[in-house]
């Protein structure tokens, strides 16, 4: 299958964010009374889907909200010390030149996501950002971006590393591609049945061809 219109995730899947946003995490825990991520639990958070990640560590729903608000906006003073994944800057151009719509689907804020991409000399690369400010508000940003541009399913892919990212794209009717070096293990990701699971950023090439 060759794939004509390729949305991204951001957070992990494009920009490696995860030491950074466990960082913010634990900075802003204090104010709001919830523990701290321990470096030998991070490997298990791995494993988790989102909700047991909350219960885990035990985040008030009520608290998600503003804690994606606040954590979103102390990125933005560091996203120029954010680095893309490695192998990203190759590829990327690669797939561009062979897709018609290049875009970003993404639970950060759209802002964030120009500034990251201006930074690393790829702003011109992407055709559209697209932000939803709940973390499991995908599948219908992902339903919307399928009518505005009148994408055919068998002709649009969403390529992103947690389980989150699978189970929208399965909502919306979109086939997914799971990325193994963000978030989610790949373990993790396999057992949620994505379309395709690739471990390095090279492979995505397949996507294409």
């Known amino acids: 299958m ?3 219109s390729l949305i991204f995730d951001f957070d992990g899947t494009l920009a490696d964010t995860l030491e950074e946003v466990l960082k913010i995490y634990n900075e802003m825990s204090p104010q709001y009374n919830l523990r701290k991520i321990q470096d030998d639990e991070v490997h298990s958070l791995r494993h988790m889907k989102i909700a047991d990640f909350l219960d885990h560590l035990a985040v008030p729903r009520r608290l ?3 804690l ?3 954590g979103t906006q102390t990125l933005k003073s560091r996203i120029h010390n954010l680095p893309l994944i490695e192998g990203m800057a190759d590829i990327l151009p690669k797939l561009r030149s062979q897709s018609q719509h290049f875009g970003i689907l993404t639970s950060n804020s759209t802002e964030n996501v120009q500034l990251f991409l201006k930074h690393h000399g790829m702003d011109e690369l992407f055709t559209f950002i697209s932000s939803t400010t709940k973390l499991t508000g995908k599948a219908k ?3 919307s971006i399928r009518r505005t541009f009148s994408i055919e399913t068998e002709n649009i892919i ?7 990212d699978v189970k929208a794209a399965k909502k919306a009717g979109v086939p997914v591609a799971a990325v193994g070096w963000g978030f989610n293990s790949p373990e993790s990701l396999v057992g949620e049945n994505p379309n395709f699971i690739f471990h390095q950023p090279s492979e995505l090439q397949t996507l294409v061809e």
């Open 2 to 4: 060759k794939y004509r």
């Open 64 to 66: 998600v909200p503003i």
């Open 68 to 70: 994606l608000y606040k």
């Open 141 to 143: 940003h992902l339903r």
């Open 158 to 164: 969403y390529i992103g590393d947690e389980i989150r």
